[in-house]
């Protein structure tokens, strides 16, 4: 059973940056696609990023791309998510999200209703 656990999430002025974690409990094997999903107050959940561990692949949202980067620790069974230059628009619920051994296409990494595990959410504020 997968458990996705967020820390580092916190509040922050508009320019400054976070680094938020997600620890992989419970799977002994590599997990092919996880990433991170955010939730705004009154918006819908959307994708981050998200990695392709075993092909090598990462994506992320236009609204974040050169300012975040996803990275996963191995050794550690850990992913992050570094958000730098943090506007106020960044502020949401921050979710983990992985399917072990997906059967469908990468392209689709963000929506939501692919992954079938989730983290309880760390929240990012950013004024």
């Known amino acids: 059973h997968v458990q996705l656990v967020e820390s580092g999430g916190g509040s922050v002025q508009a320019g400054g940056s976070l680094k938020l974690a997600c620890v992989v409990n419970?799977?002994?094997?590599?997990?092919?696609?996880i990433g991170w999903f955010r939730q705004a107050p009154g918006k819908e959940r959307e994708g981050v990023a998200a990695l392709y561990t075993t092909g090598r692949l990462t994506s992320y949202a236009t609204s974040v791309r050169g300012r975040f980067t996803i990275s996963k620790d191995n050794a550690k069974n850990t992913l992050y998510l570094q958000m730098n230059s943090l506007k106020p628009e960044d502020t949401a619920m921050y979710y983990c999200a992985a399917d072990p051994d997906p059967t469908w296409s990468f392209v689709g990494w963000a929506l939501e209703d692919e992954y079938n595990y989730w983290g309880q959410g760390t929240q990012v504020t950013v004024s």
């Open positions: 419970g799977y002994n094997s590599t997990i092919k696609y």
